[in-house]
């Protein structure tokens, strides 16, 4: 679940506000958003991956972390390359590949399929 | 526009096609009538371009060159696993316009598929958020009005009982509104019971409750039953990559017949009464390199955990994707993805996907090309039907169809009920023994406490005329999914696709046939009289024409 905005990064912009799925967001009074309904996140990562300057940090856990969990902890996942580590990998932002032009997956090994029954067809 | 129980603050709009939904196929639909000349709206529950099971996630796409050989193969390899209740001629159409689609989507969206190698791209998968970030550009440049934060909560019908538009509320202007429309495209997804499976909190079937109220049927619903591998903690229900996994016991020792695609009830069991660990300790090198480039959101919870799955056993879990994974849904009944009710057109998950995959999960691939060519054929037929009205849409008297959680039979109920109501459908849905492990004994049960928690819902639940509207709709339509869900899942008695009953092993070949749903207060199930065309079947149409 989102777990961090970071005041300091945070450019106002209210991206998040608009592309948030379930409208968890709401613009702050000082123009940082607040997190409004924490328990409508359902941990998708959309708006880390929308955020412009990297100011958001989802846990992936899919209830709110405990309070001492670092990864509340903005020095923390900052300083372990988490802020901004989704959208990196996708390629969003200036300069960037997008991942879209990487992402070839593996050959996938596939079970042998059951025979046809032959009442069946 | 002449309408009845208006509230004075509500936003009116009108469009000759409303799209109702914001993820690939409400965009395909969109896309589509406005290519074909309709002023369209597409309004979203949440954001279109991150609403829904595609855009946090990615998929593969069924896309396959036009080669007999290759087609053919395309076709047969899931029959016997969807227990031959899929369609060959859909399959071909489907092929056919996906291939179309998604050349589109790389030359015209200019959609950035990774290079082949030999010149050309390889355009069988998508990423998510950039799939849907294109083609909401693709929306913007047809002319296509999008009202994000908007969910539909009800249609509105003409006095022949004909679709004429929908209406719901704009969550960031805090007002209801409606949409006066020739024609209206239902594609909401379908409907994940709010389990947290990745994207899918939007999927709350909500098409599928505004369709039956018109009188719509549905399809396939006993083949809901889809549950998604994640780890224990998380909501990435990705599970593609689990074919390299190994499951464990706690104590470390194989989970012998366990497996991601074979093998997922033997999760379930365990898990009912210990833990299950998981390994991705299959994958070479190589394909483990080319995992993290193909799908960087699987890697997510475990990048921020500290987990390396490749080396470390983690727990795992099983999340209900319901009819977002299984196949069930609006039933079809025409070519263009019209409904059995004028005016009302469907496309996505919100319909059965039986046609394509009969009763057993198409996996993203197949939800994918039936998204992009459901929403194309869905979008066309609605601009052609909204076209052949003429100026009369505009001048039509409406009236609203919602009933359960908008209008109560009785008085109305306190604030907040909505909430229990998701907890006790949940109660009987989630549950593997009940809803996976399928057995009369436990599937009747839970159909009646479904019904009794139905009747109190329609008679006391009630939303007000704020957002908490959008609340009790969406659990009323859990609550109507998991009823059509057993009734069809207690008429299907024997084993077939995913439905599987344990009381009924096998299949019965006299069964081969889909089963409809219909009703609210009173569930009706029936054959289909419209029986599958399989490869046999077919094969002889073919020869005779």
Redesign the interface.
Known sequence: MIEIVSQERCIGCDRCV??????VFDTGPGGIPVIARVQ?C?????CE??CPVDALFV?????PVEPGSP?RDEAYVTAAG?LG??RK??G?GRGRT?????????D????T?????K??? | MTVTGLSPHTHELSAGVFVVGGGPAAAWAAYKAAQAGADVVLAD???C????AT??A?TGVWYVPPHPAEREKAMA?R???G??LADRRWMARVLDQTYEGVNELADTGR?????DGAGGQ?RR???G???MRRMRILLRRAGVRIL??SPVVELLVDADGAVAGAAGYQ?RHDRPYRVSAGAVVLATGGCAFLS?A?????NTGDGALMAAEAGAELSGMEFSNAYALA?E????TKT??Y??ATFYHEDGTVLEGA?S??GRSVIARTLLTEKVYCRID??DA??QR??R?????F???F???GIDPFTQRFPVTLLLEGTVRGTGGIRITGDDCATSVPGLYVAGDAATRELICGGFTGGGSHNAAWAISSGTWAGRGAARHAASLGPLTARRRVSALGGAGLRPTGKPGRPGAAREVVAAVQAEVLPYEKNLLRHEDRLAPALAGLHSTWSGLRASLYGGDGAEVVATRQAAALAAHGRWMYTAALARQETRGMHKREDRPG?D?SS?RRLLVSGLDEIQVRPDPVAPV???EYAGLRAAS
């Open positions: 608009e592309v948030c799925p379930t409208s409508d359902q941990t998708c990562f959309m991956a929308y846990a992936p856990q899919a209830e990864l988490l580590g989704y990998k996708i969003w997008p991942g879209a032009l990487r992402a070839v997956g593996p996938l090994p596939r079970p399929p059951a025979p046809p029954r009442e069946h067809r | 529950k949440g954001y371009g991150t609403s829904g855009a946090a990615g390899g029959e016997a696993l227990g031959y959609y950035p598929f990774p290079p390889l998968g998508v990423q958020p950039e799939y994000d934060h969550r947290r990745l994207g899918c909190d939007v780890p903690f998380s909501s990435v593609a990559y074919s390299f497996g695609q074979k299959r994958a190589d394909a080319a995992m480039l193909a799908q960087a959101n890697f997510l919870p990048d921020r955990m299949a070949p081969r399989g490869p046999q």
